[in-house]
């Protein structure tokens, strides 16, 4: 299974574009930060990820807030056939809840 949930700030956005099929998309960089448990030891995460958002889901992402903060559900790919880097492509996103999974910021 390829599916990543993190709760991230919108630290950088493209405008909306059209890729050569018609279908937009909107390229953004995700900024994470919390605290895991690893080993039973408190440990600082913090990290930037691509991310993009295709289609319908395109539009209401170029609308979210820059500098917002949101639940982001999706799957790592590469960001190219050749390439070694990963994108976040974003299926959905919302509102963070109060419940473990925003504390924790990643699942």
């Known amino acids: 299974m390829n599916q990543l949930q993190i709760v991230a700030t919108i630290a950088e956005r493209e405008i909306l574009r059209y890729s050569p099929a018609g279908i937009p998309i909107v390229s953004a960089v995700l900024v994470h930060s919390s605290q895991q448990m690893e ?61 473990t999974g925003a504390k924790n910021g990643i699942r």
Do not use: C, W
Request: charged share 30%; hydrophobic share 40%.
């Open 39 to 99: 080993a039973g030891v408190a440990r600082l995460t913090e990290f930037e990820i691509a991310a993009m958002a295709a289609g319908e889901i395109s539009g209401r992402f170029d609308r979210a807030e820059l500098g917002g903060t949101y639940r982001f559900t999706g799957f790592l790919a590469r960001k190219s056939r050749n390439s070694k880097s990963l994108v976040f492509h974003l299926t959905d996103f919302e509102e963070p809840h109060s419940d």
